[in-house]
């Protein structure tokens, strides 16, 4: 058994991360170890991403690597599973012939089995889900030494928002019981658990196809639970965010106070394009809402450059929307053509050129506006989290705030990952806050 090992890699977002480690609870059910050392896996998975273009070409390059492995030790079990394995299904094994499995995004559960087929038959198998996704069975991850750790509250998505490839990998929206998700924060709870990000496609419609259960009443079930410093959640769409929602947020103890609201765009014509279901003005009217009822709130978004159509007055609207709206932080990205998505037919495609000029127009704009918000934090307080010491200096310590500002200080005190503390702010910069630590 000392040779059992697994590696796996992880492409694309945090409900990827999540399922990786559900499947390495699986693996380890039958003995095996987790590695870091590629070379010492016997079985190697690749958990694949396929939003955008660049992901895939990482992971294409990553199954050819791996083809040289599998000649020096023909016993290597390959399976490719996630989004891309949805996707491609049969595909992939006409381009990697080497590749042993291809599990599809809610088969996971099934991980074991198929590897102890692969193990009798050494063939080639699919096991993809259904059409409308499926609910995945019940795969816990392994008990957790982690301060903050990732919890599924829904899989798959009914948006069909016309650039997204996720509703046709993930299936149709499935809403976990509330009572698992329960559960399993209380679990984590007495493991020393501090934090817990929620995630979902699209959190706001959490529960709707389950009886007398919703987002809210989720939300204030969990922060009652005892041990849990903080409950944050992504991603949410702005056209499902209640007002019940926000009530709970503004009356919590531990829900955190940041918003993150994808806008995508600021031209109406662009968002009905996009099927995003809202208007600007109904976004505006949102935001006014939001932070009336939590004022020192931090608000953050996504928005995507070079949508189809999209021309020079429908991108000033967009800058002008940003001004306007002063986002503490925007996650921009160039619109990536995803074949099978409405939007991948669409007529008048941007030119690459233009898309990347926009792009950098629009983080200039939005660099500067984060700068002046978190220069209006120099000389405040705030609470942070210890996460721990910072990647390039163990004597500087790092954490969040609860509406998601990361905090670099020197370590003077005891503190460990996971205490609260407090931290004057004396210098701000565009991503992060400095300051000294308030001792005593």
Same mark, same amino acid.
């Given at each position: 058994?000392?040779?059992?090992?697994y590696?796996?890699?992880?492409y694309?977002?945090?409900?990827?991360?999540?399922?990786?480690?559900r499947?390495?609870t699986?693996?380890?059910?039958?003995?095996? &170890?987790?590695?870091?050392?590629?070379?010492?896996?016997?079985?190697?998975?690749?958990?694949?991403?396929?939003?955008?273009?660049?992901a895939?070409? &990482?992971?294409?390059? &990553?199954?050819?690597?791996?083809? @040289?492995?599998?000649?020096? @030790?023909?016993?290597?079990?390959?399976?490719?599973?996630g989004?891309?394995?949805?996707k491609?299904?049969?595909?992939?094994?006409?381009?990697?012939p080497?590749?042993?499995f291809?599990?599809?995004?809610?088969?996971?559960?099934?991980l074991n089995n198929?590897?102890?087929d692969?193990?009798? =038959?050494?063939?080639h198998m699919? %096991?993809?889900?259904?059409?409308?996704?499926?609910?995945?069975?019940?795969?816990?991850?392994p008990?957790s030494?982690?301060?903050?750790?990732?919890?599924?509250?829904?899989y798959?998505?009914?948006n069909?928002?016309?650039?997204c490839i996720?509703?046709?990998v993930?299936?149709?929206?499935h809403?976990?019981?509330m /009572?698992?998700?329960?559960?399993?924060?209380q679990?984590?709870?007495?493991?020393g658990?501090?934090e817990?990000?929620?995630?979902?496609q699209?959190?706001?419609?959490?529960?709707?196809?389950l009886?007398?259960?919703?987002?809210?009443?989720?939300?204030? *079930?969990?922060?009652?639970i005892?041990?849990?410093?903080?409950?944050?959640y992504?991603t /949410?769409h702005? !056209?499902?965010?209640s007002?019940?929602?926000?009530?709970v947020? !503004?009356?919590?103890?531990?829900?955190c106070?940041?918003?993150?609201?994808?806008?995508?765009?600021?031209?109406?014509?662009i968002?009905?394009?996009?099927?995003?279901?809202?208007?600007?003005?109904?976004?505006?009217?949102?935001?006014?809402?939001?932070r009336?009822?939590?004022?020192d709130?931090?608000l +953050?978004?996504d928005?995507i450059v070079g949508?189809?159509?999209?021309?020079?007055?429908?991108?000033?609207?967009?800058?002008?929307?940003?001004?306007?709206?002063r986002?503490d932080?925007?996650? +921009?990205?160039?619109y990536? &053509?995803? /074949?099978?998505?409405?939007?991948?037919?669409?007529e008048n495609?941007v030119?690459?050129k233009?898309?990347?000029?926009?792009?950098?127009k629009l983080?200039?704009?939005? %660099? *500067?506006? =984060?700068?002046e918000? @978190?220069?209006k934090?120099?000389?405040?307080v705030?609470?942070?989290?210890?996460?721990?010491?910072s !990647?390039?200096?163990?004597?500087?310590?790092?954490? !969040? +705030? =609860?509406?998601n500002?990361?905090?670099?200080?020197?370590?003077?005190?005891q503190e460990?990952?996971?205490?609260?503390v407090?931290?004057k702010?004396?210098?701000?910069? +565009?991503?992060v806050l400095?300051?000294?630590?308030?001792?005593?």
């Open positions: 058994m000392e040779h059992n090992r590696k796996v890699f992880t694309g977002c945090q409900m990827n991360e999540s399922d990786s480690l499947m390495g699986q693996l380890e059910q039958l003995g095996y &170890k987790s590695t870091e050392n590629l070379e010492d896996a016997t079985i190697i998975l690749i958990n694949t991403c396929c939003v955008r273009e660049s895939e070409k &990482k992971i294409h390059g &990553k199954i050819g690597e791996i083809k @040289n492995l599998k000649r020096k @030790n023909p016993e290597i079990i390959l399976g490719v599973v989004c891309m394995a949805q491609e299904g049969e595909k992939l094994f006409r381009k990697a080497h590749i042993d291809v599990l599809g995004t809610n088969k996971i559960h099934e198929v590897i102890n692969i193990k009798m =038959s050494r063939h699919t %096991n993809l889900a259904p059409d409308d996704g499926g609910m995945p069975q019940e795969v816990l991850p008990t030494d982690a301060l903050s750790v990732w919890v599924p509250i829904t798959g998505c009914n069909f928002c016309t650039y996720v509703p046709y993930r299936g149709r929206e809403s976990r019981p /009572s698992a998700i329960i559960d399993e924060v679990n984590y709870s007495k493991t658990v501090k817990v990000t929620l995630l979902g699209n959190v706001n419609s959490y529960g709707k196809e009886t007398d259960t919703s987002f809210a009443k989720l939300l204030y *079930e969990l922060d009652k005892d041990g849990i410093e903080r409950v944050r992504m /949410s702005p !056209r499902d965010l007002d019940e929602v926000i009530d947020i !503004r009356n919590s103890r531990h829900i106070s940041h918003f993150h609201l994808p806008v995508q765009h600021g031209s109406d014509r968002l009905k394009a996009m099927n995003r279901g809202y208007t600007i003005e109904n976004y505006r009217n949102l935001i006014k809402k939001v009336t009822a939590v004022p709130c931090s +953050t978004t928005i949508f189809p159509g999209e021309t020079d007055e429908d991108f000033k609207d967009m800058l002008e929307f940003i001004k306007e709206m986002y932080a925007a996650y +921009t990205f160039l990536s &053509k995803r /074949s099978g998505t409405p939007a991948a037919t669409m495609q030119e690459e233009v898309k990347k000029e926009r792009l950098n983080m200039a704009v939005q %660099n *500067e506006i =984060s700068l918000i @978190n220069k934090l120099e000389g405040s705030v609470e942070v989290m210890v996460e721990g010491p !990647r390039t200096d163990e004597a500087v310590y790092t954490g !969040r +705030t =609860s509406n500002k990361i905090v670099l200080w020197e370590k003077r005190g460990q990952a996971g205490d609260l407090q931290v702010i004396n210098h701000a910069q +565009t991503w400095k300051g000294d630590a308030i001792y005593g």
